[in-house]
Structure formats: C-alpha cells, structure tokens
C-alpha cells in the first residue's frame, strides 16, 4: 500500500478550491446538503444519509459538496437514479441502463454489510457504474468502523482505503474517482493513514446552488403562515 | 430489607407524554446547574478586561472567564436602536445588544473581525473560534425605569422588578456549527463542555452580568454623583429573559438519542433518591430549605394566558399540599424518600409531580451530580440502520416501542389536522393547518406517529423472516422511520409518545420541556407557539462570585 507522500494540510487529497468561498461548519454543511437533497427529490430518510456523506468528505478536505450537487442536478434530469441496485452475490449493478444513484449504493452496502450479498460473506464485490462514486466512501468508512477493519475501493490500477479509524490511505495525491465499476472490498489492517483536519471552504456558487434546492423543501410566505410563527400579541414589552 | 423491590424508573409511556413534558420543572441536573456547579467547584475566575460604552450605551465589552486549563470571552457589542425596530422574532434585523462568546481571550483583530459580523448576526459569519452567537433586547418595561431610578440615587420598586424579572432578553441563543461556529463534535473533549448547552450557559450568563453593567453605566452617564448602583438583593431577582418560540420544538424530535439521554439521567436519579434507605437531618433541613424557595418562586410566577393560568392553580394547590406532607418527612418508613413520592402520585396533578421531583433531586448532589456526564449523546455512532434484523423483529418492535402510534386513527381529520413546516421567510419552523394546498413534500417529518404507522402497513404484506435490508431496497422512503425505530429500540425515552400533527396539540408543551432541561423557571406563554422565560434569577453574578455562594 503506498501512502500519498504530500504533506498533511487541507488540500492533501482535493486540490485546492478556486472562486469566491466560504468556510463553513460541519454542521451547516451537513444541514445543508440534507435539504437540499431533500429538495432534489431524496426521501427524509436518504436526504440524511447524503448530509452525512458530504459532510464526511468535507471533514477530509474533499469538495463533497460540489460532487453532492453535481449527483442532484443528474438526478433532475434522469429519473433513474431512485432505483435501488440489483444486489447480487459478486456484483451489484444498476437495475436499468445508467448509473447508480451513490448514496442508494452506499447505505444499500451498510444494510446488507452481514448479509449473504454484502461485503463480508461476498467480497469483494464489483459494484457500478455509479454516478459520482466519491459521494460512496463515507458510507465505506461506517462500515470499516463497524467492522473495525479497513475497506477498499479500487478502480482502473487506483484505490482509496478508509480505516476503521476514518483514516484515508490513497494510492496518489489527488485521487480521482472515476465514474464506472468498481471494487469494494475488505483490506489488511494497516498502522497508519491520514486525517486532514481543519475547516473547509465551500464555493458560493456551490452553496447557492444547494440553496435553490434546499429552498424547496420551504413553504411560500403569506399571511397564514406569518400568524402561524407564533406570536399572537406584540412582543415588545 | 433484603426483600425490598429495586425501584425502577418511571417507564416511557408514563414519561414521554406531553402532557407530563409540558409540566417540567428544572432541576439540580438542568444544564444551567451543570454549568454554575463546575464554574464554583473548580474556582473559575471572572474579569471584564474592556468596557466600552459611551453615554447613549453605545460600544463593546469583553468578559472573560477564565477555567483550570482555558479562557472563554463573552464579546458584546451595545447598540441603540430606535423602539420601533425592536422585535423578539427571528425576522428582526437589529437588536440592542449582540455578542459572541469567544475561544481565548480576542485580540484587537479578533474584535474587529468580530465587530463586522455579531451586530449582523444571521447576515454575518463567524468562525470556529467563536462557541455562541446570540442578541438581547431590553426590556422596555423596566430598562428605562431602572436606568432612571439609579441615575436619581433610589432603587427601583422590587414589585416592578419582580414583575417583569429581567433587565434583558434573548432572543435566539445560537451555537453548535450555526453560522460558523465551532462544531459541538470538536468541543466535547473539553470537560467543561461536554455537558449539554455548556456554551449557551455561560453565554447567558455574562449577559446577565452585561445587563446589570450597562443598566448601572447609563444611571451614571445620566445622574453623575447621584447615581447608584443596583442593591444586591435587587440584582439577585433579576435574571435573563428569553423569548422562545417554535425553533426549539423539532430539536427534541430530531435529536432522539439526546432526548432519551436527557430523560432517562433524570429518571435514574429520581429513581436513586427513591431508594435511599435513610434520610440525616441535614437532607431533611435540605429537603426544606429547597422547597421554601420553590414555594416563594412560584409565588411570583406571574401570567396571563389561559393555558398557563390552569396549570399555575394546580401548582399552588399542590405546592401547600407538598408543604403539609413535608412536616411529617421523613416519618418512619423504611423507603422515606420513596413514601413521599408515592404519595406525590396517588395526590398530585402532573404539575405537582414533576414539582415534587425536582424538589426530591435537589438534596442529593453527592449522589446524581455525576448523572450529567450522561446526558450528552453520540448520535454519529448509531446513525447506521441494521439491515440485518428480519421483517418480524421490526414488526416487533412497532409492537411494543410504537403501540401509542399504532392505537391511532390517522385517517380522521383531527389526527393530522396540523402541519409542521419551515418557512421560506426566514426558515423558522411553523406550525399551521394543513390546507388542500399543504403539498406533503414540504412537511417536516416531525410526525413520529403516522410514520410510524405507515411503516407498520408497508410491512404487512412481507414475509417475517425477510432482512430490513431487502425491504429497505424496494421501499427507501421508509428509510427515516426505520432508522428511529431501531434506535427507539436501544433507548427507551426517546420518542415523544403522543400525535405531533393532531389537531389538540400545543406546541408549547415541547418548549417547555426543553426549557426545563435547560434550566429556565417562570415559564409565561404568551400563545400556544411561544412564550417567556427567566434564566438565571437567584444565582450569583460571575464577577461577584465567591466560593459561597449558591446557584439556585
């Protein structure tokens, strides 16, 4: 396994971000990103797993969030991308042609992680393609911390493993995640990889596109609901 | 002795009702008490390196706190805004004073920084190194009224103070990542803030002590020599006031592990208390000395909305049936503490319960202190759904963890007459009716209760031995619903057991809670959605602070 030889600060797995940003909490990211998949058309429940995703990424110096956009404007575009995958023993596939929705295909491989399909009994299993496939990895470090053994995914002679410890170790400086198949599997422990810490900057073009989604998930205002806020009397006292 | 039953907690479906939610009353664990405990056991020390304010009380101060191993900096910032800009609600956009509790003290371009951005508040930014942001009003009854009986050299009317029982008013504590603040997952290491709210606390606290400061400096911008500053026992009364309204109901839904921490500390300890086999004088004298000022406490509970006005009655009748029963305490049971609150159930109204209970936790300090260090939750670590369990495990657990939802009908109007929103304004949660025109994809899934419902129908039709994963596949949306469920499971109090979206729900009840757990008293609603509240009244001030002296 060949660790990534940059030194550790915020950009040692993305490159840095160019444009107007801002840096933002993890919390306001994950919040963010929730919504506005909510507003992109995610059920409650799958809008929280890819806050959570960006989140996680954004923690680690990843553009989670632009790779989370990029999954929502597909998603507008193509009604595939609410079809779970077709799990199969060895290799999990899209049910129609297209991609993989990546957050359907990540919290699929928690759910059947112990499963006769999922990756302890199965692995490694060939899944894809999936559509902005970075967006699977936080879902790959849950299941290495349940496990609390390192998980692997490989493509075309490049990989990424996430250590039960959320700990990334990469085969090069700026891994890139191709869109296609790829392997996840289950690795040897391994005694170190990195954790790039600190806050991360969002672009504003970014964020204000998440924000026209996240919008959507608010109602329009009117006298009704301006009375509906609670306060009945003056509130100046 | 031996045969004498272990006293359990008080069970979920007793607990978890609004009803008894609405009737909380703070507590020794209340997450105000946690902050003041630690701040005198550990001898935290307090100054106020800057005070700039001109005459009209217009400028910035800095206090600091300063603890065994970090230094926590309120920064306020004091404006002078014209009465007719001053609102509580969260669409205000100036405020008479706004500060940020900082991490460290701040340097000159930390507070330039600063100065650019906390009077903007939700339009400014902030950075990890600040823990809080938050503004105040003044309280237009009394500001000005105190402002001017100092300035002649008199102390205001206590009845006038007591009436209103602040100087200043929050009207929205932010902290936890908001607008750039630190992240809670970041602090938690820190003893001193892994206790819920620990940074909303200490915020609120120094802004006491701010709205005492900036009362006493116009008295003597305005009165010279004459001026005075306020007595003792007038500072003493007065606390913060706080304006709460629907923003704080979705958090003890959404935060379900948090929620069942909460609950379930204050029950061990009840439960504790309960056991205790004896009873010294000293917990007897205690036992007294707590209920006297619970009982002057409420004496000055003034409101005047009809929701409360009820619940008031019921407390002061239960409060002098509390004091007649505590003149045979302990008596000569051989459970002292249980008998008490044994009778409290068979006698009193919720309000007097929940009462009875804070009033049994306080003695005790030596025995549930520590309960406060479980009260905090790690919510990352479930968040995983386990697609491993069958059909019929889940089904199961509907059974016994949902049976409140299960027993509803929500087919008829009055069951889901109501609709949890977020408005577009200014992204405040809401609470309507739901019209025709209500599109079902903006609700908020604040409606425990029919989700839990629909989750139990989709189930029927598979097979029990099925993987929650097989069924999660075909039917992601009920991804949400399944992930409480499984967590329901592990943590017992962690719904609250009672229709969300019925037509009889009162918002105020879930405020109310909270607000207990956060240690407010003198609850005031001020409609079903929203209401006032004092934090802080009776405690010490941190620059007077001595080792002596005891928060209440």
């Not at chain 2, 001020?526 to 010490?540: E, M, N, P, T, V």
Request: net charge negative.
């Amino acid at each position: 396994m060949t660790l990534s030889k940059e030194p550790l600060c915020l950009d040692v797995l993305s490159p840095p971000l160019k444009g107007e940003q801002t840096i933002l909490s993890r919390g306001e990211v994950e919040s963010l990103c929730l919504k506005a998949a909510r507003g992109a058309g995610m059920a409650w429940g799958l809008a929280e797993e890819a806050g959570f995703s960006a989140g996680w990424l954004w923690a680690r110096g990843f553009d989670g969030t632009q790779r989370l956009l990029d999954h929502l404007l597909a998603m507008q575009i193509s009604s595939g991308y609410n079809k779970s995958p077709l799990v199969m023993p060895r290799h999990w596939q899209a049910p129609e042609e297209g991609r993989l929705c990546p957050i359907l295909l990540g919290v699929t491989l928690c759910d059947y992680m112990r499963l006769p399909e999922g990756l302890v009994m199965s692995g490694p299993l060939l899944v894809g393609p999936v559509n902005q496939p970075l967006l699977v990895l936080p879902f790959l470090a849950a299941m290495a911390a349940k496990m609390n053994k390192p998980v692997c995914m490989a493509w075309q002679g490049e990989f990424v493993l996430v250590t039960s410890e959320g700990e990334l170790v990469s085969s090069v400086a700026y891994p890139v995640f191709e869109e296609g198949l790829f392997e996840v599997s289950i690795a040897e422990s391994v005694s170190y990889g990195i954790q790039p810490t600190g806050r991360h900057a969002v672009r504003d073009t970014t964020l204000s596109m998440l924000n026209d989604f996240a919008i959507k998930t608010t109602v329009m205002i009117s006298d009704q609901s301006r009375a509906d806020a609670g306060a009945g009397i003056e509130d100046n006292d | 002795m031996n045969n004498i039953k272990a006293i359990e907690p008080r069970p979920p479906k007793e607990v978890m009702r609004l009803k008894r939610m609405g009737a909380a009353h703070p507590t020794r664990l209340s997450f105000l008490r946690v902050m003041l405990n630690r701040m005198i056991l550990e001898n935290w020390k307090f100054d106020r390196p800057i005070w700039c304010l001109n005459e009209e009380g217009v400028g910035y101060a800095v206090y600091r706190a300063i603890g065994p191993a970090r230094t926590y900096s309120l920064v306020a910032f004091s404006h002078n805004i014209p009465d007719h800009m001053r609102s509580d609600r969260v669409i205000a956009t100036a405020w008479d004073a706004t500060f940020t509790l900082f991490d460290g003290t701040p340097t000159e371009a930390d507070l330039s920084r600063l100065s650019r951005n906390v009077p903007y508040q939700e339009a400014g930014r902030i950075l990890a190194s600040e823990l809080s942001l938050s503004r105040a009003n003044r309280s237009v009854r009394l500001f000005r009224y105190v402002v001017a009986c100092l300035a002649a050299g008199q102390q205001p009317d206590v009845q006038e103070i007591e009436d209103v029982g602040y100087l200043m008013r929050t009207t929205a504590v932010y902290g936890s990542g908001k607008f750039g603040a630190a992240d809670y997952r970041d602090l938690r290491a820190r003893p001193e803030m892994a206790a819920p709210f620990q940074a909303e606390m200490l915020s609120v606290w120094l802004i006491r002590q701010f709205s005492v400061d900036v009362v006493e400096h116009m008295a003597f911008c305005q009165g010279g020599d004459s001026a005075v500053k306020l007595a003792p026992h007038i500072k003493h009364i007065l606390g913060v006031g706080n304006s709460t309204g629907l923003g704080m109901a979705p958090f003890i839904v959404r935060h379900q592990i948090l929620l069942n921490n909460w609950v379930e500390s204050r029950e061990q300890a009840l439960a504790a208390v309960r056991s205790l086999p004896s009873v010294s004088l000293q917990k007897t004298r205690s036992l007294q000395v707590a209920f006297s000022q619970f009982r002057l406490n409420v004496c000055k509970w003034k409101t005047k909305h009809d929701l409360q006005v009820g619940k008031l009655n019921d407390l002061q009748d239960d409060i002098e049936k509390i004091g007649d029963r505590l003149k045979i305490f302990p008596g000569t049971s051989p459970l002292p503490w249980d008998e008490l609150w044994q009778w409290g159930e068979q006698t009193l109204t919720c309000e007097g319960q929940e009462a009875l209970l804070a009033l049994l936790l306080e003695p005790h300090g030596e025995l549930i202190d520590s309960l406060d260090s479980l009260m905090s939750a790690d919510e990352e670590a479930e968040f995983l759904i386990d697609g491993k369990m069958s059909v019929k495990e889940l089904k199961d657990i509907l059974v016994t963890k949902y049976d409140w939802a299960l027993a509803i009908d929500f087919s008829v109007p009055e069951s889901h007459s109501r609709f949890w929103y977020v408005s577009e304004e200014k992204l405040e949660p809401r609470f309507g009716q739901r019209t025709q025109e209500d599109e079902f994809s903006k609700e908020q899934p604040l409606c425990i209760g029919r989700l839990a419902s629909s989750l139990d129908e989709a189930l029927k039709p598979w097979p029990q031995d099925a993987s929650i994963a097989s069924f999660l596949r075909e039917l992601p949306e009920h991804r949400y619903m399944v992930r409480r469920a499984q967590i329901a499971n592990r943590h017992p109090y962690s719904e609250i057991q009672d229709n969300l979206i019925a037509d009889d729900l009162i918002p105020l009840d879930m405020l109310r809670f909270k607000l207990a757990f956060l240690g407010a008293s003198h609850f005031d609603p001020k409609s079903d959605k929203w209401l006032r509240i004092c934090l802080f009244q009776g405690a010490a001030y941190p620059l007077d602070l001595t080792p002596q002296e005891i928060s209440l």
